[in-house]
């Protein structure tokens, strides 16, 4: 598996609009997104961060490669190349 980058909350965001997720809300410092996939409505909480966690990072984009049907691996691509 490649390693994790460290990024932003908003660069993570972008990655997300492309990817077709909708923000929905924002309260505080977690922005709300939403998807309609083929499995369902998809809702995720990003943390608008200077830095997300790692953690927190790959759950995310553990859920997004599940949901969109996207190997983890090409998510990790693209975030490198926005």
Partial sequence: MSKLPVI????????????????IRQKGSHVRLRKKTQMGEHNITVPKHIEIAKGTLNDILSKVSLWNNIPKEELIKMLSKI
């Fill in 8 to 23: 932003s909350g908003d660069k993570l965001i972008k990655l997300l609009t492309k990817l077709g997720y909708e923000i």
